[in-house]
């Protein structure tokens, strides 16, 4: 059992999401996801209230080279969303009522995000990414807006801060943290071996 | 021609250094090294003197752990160090100095630097890792401290900024910048395709 720990505001969370099933699934290892929020981390952890990638513009142009970069190595389709990061909130709430379908949710919300420029953030685009793999938009929606799925993306948020979580996406197996897309080779094994 | 950029100092310069010379020769690709100094970048981006993974000890203590996972994952000695970071400018000047013995120089300061726990800012303990390598140590050590070795660690230093260059190490070819030792692959691939 590997976890996928995940920002749908997060580029590299992308192309993790893009890979992780696949990968696992020839490995013989599952997948259970996690989405979270990364902003509480941020700001508990740096004192920022935007993406390390807008503080920090040096670290960000090279980001969005590097994306270019990995999603044409990966056969991914990419463009630059036109705003950065957005509001992950509600597809956050959204996977997590969604049930055995949060992992096509997550991609088409990952690709509605990366590949589309989609505003992620507006119920009407998750309804219909949650229609589009099957499910039903306003009922998932209603679901999303409930005590209970708001709770649960608090606790995994809090969940990943105490697993020394600092950034997305990450792959954890047990108590051991992979962080960044680039890891996902090396957990698969880590999952394989314990 | 694939330019690796270090800092004795950098934890994640140690596990390239040891890859890069073994795995650009079997891709055909020659190696120019690149010592700079990230303290001065560092200081320009984001204000502080100290490594930021000791002002960020959550992200200090994944590098740690991440650091054990990947020499044992690419067969190196590995022994954490007991000062972080020390100090790299005379080890990069030596290594400046050292002319066509760049190569293994850099490789015996770090192994002395990461899998010895030596201090590698002391002039006997580079000295002694010069002639380890075949190397005049006290010569070396002369010419690391004229004024053109000096000239060149700042030249190094201010093309590392100008090329968006963060923290270490990267791998360039042309103006394609690429971070992490984890992209070594990516940045051989594009030095064979351009």
Chains 1, 2 share one sequence.
Not at 109 to 137: K, M, T
């Amino acid at each position: 059992m590997l976890q996928f720990w995940f920002d749908f505001a997060s580029t590299y969370s992308y192309v993790a999401a893009m890979r992780v099933e696949r990968e696992c699934a020839q490995a013989g290892v599952e997948v259970e996801y996690k989405p979270f929020l990364l902003g509480p981390i941020f700001t508990d952890l740096l004192g920022i209230k935007d993406s390390p990638f807008n503080v920090q513009p040096v670290r960000g142009r090279y980001m969005w080279r590097d994306l270019e970069r990995l999603c044409a190595k990966h056969a991914l389709p990419w463009r630059r969303p036109t705003v950065f990061p957005r509001n992950s909130v509600l597809p956050a709430r959204a996977a997590l009522a969604s049930g055995e379908l949060i992992g096509p949710l997550t991609r088409a919300i990952f690709a509605a995000h990366f590949a589309e420029d989609q505003e992620i953030s507006n119920p009407d685009v998750v309804s219909r990414l949650v229609d589009s793999v099957g499910g039903d938009g306003r009922r998932v929606l209603e679901l999303a807006q409930t005590p209970g799925i708001k709770a649960q993306l608090r606790a995994n948020t809090d969940e990943a801060k105490r697993l020394g979580i600092f950034g997305a996406p990450d792959f954890v197996i047990g108590e051991e943290l992979f962080f960044g897309q680039d890891r996902l080779e090396d957990a698969i094994a880590w999952a394989q071996r314990t």
